[in-house]
T-cell receptor, first 114, second 112 residues
Framework: SQTIHQWPATLVQPVGSPLSLECTVE??????LYWYRQAAGRGLQLLFY??????ISSEVPQNLSASRPQDRQFILSSKKLLLSDSGFYLC?????????????FGPGTRLLVL | GNSVTQMEGPVTLSEEAFLTINCTYT??????LFWYVQYPGEGLQLLLK?????DKGSNKGFEATYRKETTSFHLEKGSVQVSDSAVYFC???????????FGTGTSLTVIP
């Protein structure tokens, strides 16, 4: 069966510090991968998605970047965090089966920038 | 373009009450529709889905029917429990794939 891991679970970082959040998927090949941010009490904002190694699409201009160095690894980064980067970051994967696709989410990383 | 509109929360119900969370969508063609649930401090879990008109998705006592004529996918449960307290998200996958569109979420609190 497929599983998705995210770490760390919780992170407190000072403004201006770098960030690296990691997401890995097991039990599937060539998944589509996604990074979302959920601000407190708000909905989901799609940040990045990737359909293959080295292929990244960005949905919104921002302080963050994403990379996919391996098929089942998706990394969210920042060189200098802003206060507004605080939130709950969710990684998700999906595989297209015919015309059907379902997204499955990781447990999330809670980031607090102080 | 594609979008999802869901009922504003928060919703507070007593245990065993009937639940409806409304969700309507805008999309080209016949998208796939989903309900996800997020328990406090956790990621989203797929609750149910429907991939074509008139399909009914169901899981854990929750149901939702894909209504093409009203472009709706309302979530219902006949008798809620305290353990159903969570945030519920309606979502749509467009025909082109790779893009999911989520509603803003509806917070449900069930009190004993």
């Amino acid at each position: 069966s497929q599983t998705i891991h995210q770490w760390p679970a919780t992170l407190v970082q000072p403004v201006g510090s770098p960030l690296s959040l990691e997401c890995t998927v097991e039990g599937t090949s060539n998944p589509n991968l996604y990074w979302y941010r959920q601000a407190a009490g708000r909905g989901l904002q799609l940040l990045f998605y990737s359909v293959g190694i080295g292929q990244i699409s960005s949905e919104v201009p921002q302080n963050l970047s994403a990379s996919r160095p391996q098929d089942r690894q998706f990394i969210l980064s920042s060189k200098k965090l802003l206060l507004s980067d605080s939130g709950f970051y969710l990684c998700a994967w999906s595989v297209l089966a015919g015309y059907q696709e379902t997204q499955y989410f990781g447990p999330g990383t809670r980031l607090l920038v102080l | 373009g594609n979008s999802v509109t869901q009922m504003e929360g928060p919703v507070t119900l007593s245990e065993e009450a009937f639940l409806t969370i409304n969700c309507t969508y805008t999309a080209t063609g016949y998208p796939s529709l989903f309900w996800y649930v997020q328990y406090p401090g956790e990621g989203l879990q797929l609750l149910l889905k429907a991939t074509k008109a008139d399909d009914k998705g169901s899981n854990k006592g929750f149901e939702a029917t894909y209504r093409k004529e009203t472009t709706s996918f309302h979530l219902e449960k006949g008798s809620v429990q305290v353990s159903d307290s969570a945030v519920y998200f309606c979502a749509l996958m467009g025909l082109t794939g790779n893009q999911f569109y989520f509603g803003t979420g509806t917070s449900l609190t069930v009190i004993p």
